[in-house]
């Protein structure tokens, strides 16, 4: 069964650190992994999906990378805002259509 | 541009009652999911659809569940007689197949 760990579960950081945010899972046979944002109360947003085959995927002032062979993957965030504060969930998808994803963690950029 | 829609966005209800939740997926979108999310918690897996085929199920959805896609485009999830354990908030996702799930804003249970 897939396992998606996510910690720290909270970071409170000043703005304008660059931040790395982890997500291990336990079963390397994936067909892709996402990192999505989650705002309070609000649904899910999709930021980055990296497929089985690739090693990273960037937009913006994000980086996504994937390791697959020690399921880990890292989401890198560049000079961070107060706007980048909600809670970021990693998710991959196996052999079936459903994701599974880590408890997600919730991020605090100050001012 | 027109995302994924979900009606009610909230719904309080007496414990017993039997509710049921819309999901409007994007135009086009062949695949509609529907996951559960509970505080603190990252959302599981319910159920799946391509078109209006329901191809996969968690073992989550017991069966006071229901979910339907009458003609491949909106879907709808009943849960019927509510336990205060089904207070969460349901989350809607489409995709085309190209991989990406485009989730809606939800809609949140509340069991009193």
């Known amino acids: 069964k897939q396992e998606v760990t996510q910690i720290p579960a909270a970071l409170s950081v000043p703005e304008g650190e660059n931040l790395v945010l982890n997500c291990s899972f336990t079963?390397?046979?994936?067909?892709?992994l996402q990192w999505f944002r989650q705002d309070p109360g609000k649904g899910l947003t999709s930021l980055l999906l990296i497929q089985s085959s690739q090693r990273e995927q960037t937009s913006g002032r994000l980086n996504a990378s994937l390791d697959k062979s020690s399921g880990r993957s890292t989401l890198y965030i560049a000079a961070s805002q107060p706007g980048d504060s909600a809670t970021y969930l990693c998710a991959v998808k196996g052999g079936s259509e459903k994701l599974v994803f880590g408890k997600g963690m919730k991020l605090t950029v100050n001012p | 541009d027109t995302g994924v829609s979900q009606n009610p966005r909230h719904k309080i209800t007496k414990r017993g009652q039997n509710v049921t939740f819309r999901c409007d997926p994007i135009?086009?979108?062949?695949?509609l999911y529907w996951y559960r999310q509970t505080l603190g918690q990252g959302p599981e897996f319910l159920t799946y659809?391509?078109?209006?085929?329901?191809?996969?199920k968690s073992r989550l959805l017991s069966d006071r569940f229901s979910a339907e896609r009458p003609k491949g485009s909106f879907s709808t999830l009943e849960i019927q007689r509510t336990e205060q354990g089904d207070s969460a908030m349901y989350l809607c996702a489409s995709s085309s197949g190209t991989f990406r799930e485009y989730f809606g804003p939800g809609t949140r249970l509340t069991v009193t």
């Open positions: 659809f391509q078109n209006e085929a329901q191809l996969e």
């Open positions: 135009s086009e979108h062949n695949r």
């Open positions: 079963d390397s046979a994936i067909y892709n």
